[in-house]
């Protein structure tokens, strides 16, 4: 019988700084400065992380092995239920600072004391995909902030896109159902181009609005870093003669409103799935912050009647032509959470997470909200003392008689559980003065199952929003139409969606219908109330949100061994003086051995660092490092998609060639590689003009 060996009857003893090899194969760390010893979850010092205990070296694992189960127990037990909706999701700590005091409107603290920094945490998410699914799918993002504010928490959870689908939270299961995967098939994941969701939309004309957002580039968003944010919703500012105020919150980004192509989201996808969330990361850990401002929308219950559309349905939006956005304050992201699950995946955002001096409306989608995120977050979280994990405690005292519950956490002392009571009158009680008051407001009518009737105006912002558009972003929205609806193979639906284009804008309808090989247009159905022509608003529009600016973007630089120093070196300072980031590409990772003979440092090895990772690209290459490139479809496919997304290129001599061999013949937007302040003008924008000569769009 073999002699039973412990992992430390290795030859050398695991702790004297070698690196021994265990019985189990695994190589002990060498033993470095003080560390804790590793233990059971009750604290019991562990003698052996390697082996299970077991009959003798080749027998069976032993039940008494309690470490062995603890450990894989806790480990079975590590995931908890995704989000419903929303499960993608990017989260970081940050503060907001208020600028403008809204003391003659609200009680609330957080927007009357100037100057006050408020902790915040913040989770951008996709809606449709599950946790594990890609950053850059066609869809609205979740912008929910949580503000641990001195007065309780106060939970704004919005969205990137200033109206909804639907109009009553009755209908939510149903639309989510629709965009979902299939049930049958479960796909297609994070996606709105298949049946169930286009029929559902189809049938829903209410939603037509929203399609024509979901459509546009605001659901490709470039970085999570350069998306508007919205409440959506009417809420009321009550001031402290208890007056009200409807308020629309927004965030808009200080880098500018930015997209991605279509096609370049869907090569992201494959490129980096993680790139929304690399990109926030990358940012805030390398020292800058991302930031918004915090603009409000002030408006009375008079005007609001004068408005040609209800405020209280979701389906609609304030024009800011209408009424303008008062900036009040920012919103910074500084902070990169230590734990992705401990933060990002345990908050939970709660619409009905009010600070005294705000209150909800009658929007009776909102209305729906308040019940849903609490009622999810119970299973999700599987217990009611949620809010003690530390990402969703208040960071202001608070105590109430609530106890007990599954992983109860507080130990409160005494016997009074109750309120009132005179056995302890130190107990919490209630506080008339600076507690929550709900706004004491009128209500009369009939009950029942009913809506406003100017809910039922379906076609007038739809129409106003592909009106307000760009050429370019009118097409985008029509390519983006046929694209989806080509998806679907039940023939009534499109067919039915073109129907309610017509009432949107004839032109477009045309555009989706030809892009479909329909032979006629279909008929448009019965509107409820006339379509109205509302007035343009630029407001809406992507195509002049992007900022003047390179501060935030990323800049790749194609390299190759024999590649001109200096002119890589002069267009990487210029880029980084700009504010942008400087990625070096090149057929190998680690170095490129200049002409001069210097070993460049190189980020990323060119099949797996596609142009679609960078806002411009520059193409710096000697002739003999083109000719060894012309024949690598990595590096044709690198330039001819920069050129195909609209991108800027700085080239030399050698870019020039790896240019002509994909077929392209320069334009505006491609540079010469030494004319570093013409690249730093033509990287800030899209070149719009290339568009038609690379892309048939409908
Ligand atoms: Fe949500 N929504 N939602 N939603 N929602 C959830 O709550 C719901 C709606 C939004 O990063 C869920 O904790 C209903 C509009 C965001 O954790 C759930 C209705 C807007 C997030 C839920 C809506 C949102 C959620 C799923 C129709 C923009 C992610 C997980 C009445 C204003 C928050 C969770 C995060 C998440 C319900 C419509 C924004 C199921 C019933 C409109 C940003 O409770």
């Not at 699914?133 to 993002?141: E, M, N």
């Not at 704004?156 to 209908?171: H, T």
């Amino acid at each position: 019988m073999s002699k039973p060996m412990s992992t430390n009857d290795s030859a050398e003893p695991a702790h004297q700084g070698a690196h021994p090899v265990g019985a189990g194969g695994e190589l002990h760390q060498p033993v470095q400065g003080d560390h804790p010893p590793l233990t059971t979850n009750q604290g019991l010092p562990v003698s052996d992380n390697q082996n299970s205990l077991r009959a003798n070296p080749r027998g069976p694992a032993l039940l008494e092995d309690f470490i062995l189960r603890e450990k894989i127990t806790h480990f079975d037990h590590e995931r908890i239920p995704e989000r419903i909706v929303h499960a993608r999701g990017t989260g970081a700590h940050g503060y907001f600072e208020l600028t403008q005091s809204l003391a003659p409107y609200t009680t609330a603290q957080v927007l009357t004391e100037v100057g006050t920094k408020t902790p915040l945490f913040a989770r951008i998410s996709t809606v449709a995909g599950g946790s594990g699914s890609s950053d850059t799918p066609r869809d609205v993002r979740g912008f929910a902030i949580k503000f641990y504010t001195q007065q309780g928490n106060w939970d704004l959870v919005g969205n990137n896109i200033p109206v909804f689908f639907i109009q009553d939270a009755i209908k939510f299961p149903d639309l989510i159902h629709a965009v979902k995967m299939e049930p049958d098939r479960a796909f297609p994941q994070a996606a709105s181009a298949h049946d169930t969701f286009w029929d559902y939309i189809s049938l829903t004309p209410k939603a037509m609005h929203m399609v024509m957002w979901i459509m546009s580039d605001r659901t490709l968003p470039r970085s999570l870093r350069m998306i508007e944010g919205f409440g959506i919703h009417s809420f009321r500012l009550i001031n402290a003669s208890g007056e009200s105020t409807f308020v629309k919150f927004h965030w808009r980004p200080a880098l500018g409103l930015q997209s991605t192509l279509w096609d370049e989201a869907v090569k992201i996808a494959g490129a980096d799935p993680d790139f929304h969330r690399r990109d926030l990361f990358e940012s805030l850990t390398s020292g800058r912050p991302a930031e918004w401002e915090f603009a409000v929308q002030l408006f009375t219950q008079e005007e609001a009647d004068g408005f040609p559309f209800d405020h209280l349905d979701a389906t609609k939006l304030i024009p800011e032509e209408l009424v303008p956005l008062q900036v009040i304050g920012r919103l910074v992201l500084d902070r990169w959470p230590d734990n992705f699950f401990a933060d990002t995946e345990q908050v939970a955002f709660c619409p009905s997470h009010i600070v005294s001096g705000i209150d909800f409306s009658n929007d009776p989608l909102l209305q729906g909200r308040l019940f849903s995120y609490l009622d999810t977050q119970l299973s999700r979280l599987g217990s009611p003392n949620f809010h003690q994990i530390p990402v969703n405690a208040p960071q202001c005292p608070f105590a109430n008689q609530q106890r007990d519950g599954h992983m109860q956490m507080a130990r409160p002392q005494g016997r009074v559980a109750y309120e009132p009571s005179s056995l302890a009158p130190d107990s919490p009680r209630e506080s008339p003065d600076v507690g929550f008051r709900t706004a004491a407001l009128p209500e009369s009518g009939d009950k029942g199952r009913i809506r406003a009737e100017r809910f039922a105006d379906h076609y007038s912002q739809a129409r106003q929003f592909y009106r307000s558009q760009t050429d370019h972003e009118q097409a985008h929205i029509a390519s983006a139409l046929v694209f989806e609806l080509s998806k679907v193979e039940h023939a009534h639906i499109p067919q039915a969606m073109v129907g309610h284009l017509r009432h949107i804008d004839e032109d477009l309808a045309r555009r989706v219908a030809d892009g479909l090989g329909l032979d006629s247009l279909p008929g448009a159905p019965t509107a409820a109330r006339p379509v109205q022509d509302l007035p343009p608003s630029p407001a809406l529009r992507i195509i002049g949100k992007m900022k003047d600016t390179l501060a935030g973007r990323v800049i790749g630089i194609l390299v190759a061994d024999g590649s001109d120093g200096g002119t890589v070196e002069a267009l990487r300072a210029a880029v980084l003086g700009a504010g942008a980031s400087v990625k070096i590409v090149a057929p190998k990772v680690g170095a490129a051995r200049l002409a001069d003979g210097v070993l460049l440092a190189v980020d990323g090895q060119l099949a797996g660092t596609p142009s679609v990772l960078f806002d411009a690209v520059a193409i710096l290459l000697s002739e003999e490092g083109a000719r060894r490139l012309s024949s690598e479809s990595a590096a044709i496919d690198f330039v001819r998609d920069a050129f195909g997304h609209l991108k800027a290129l700085a080239l030399d001599r050698g870019g020039q060639t790896l240019l002509q061999t994909a077929g392209l013949r320069p334009d505006a937007g491609v540079v010469a590689g030494d004319d570093v302040a013409a690249f730093l003008a033509a990287a800030k924008t899209r070149q719009w003009e290339r568009e038609k000569r690379v892309r048939t769009l409908a």
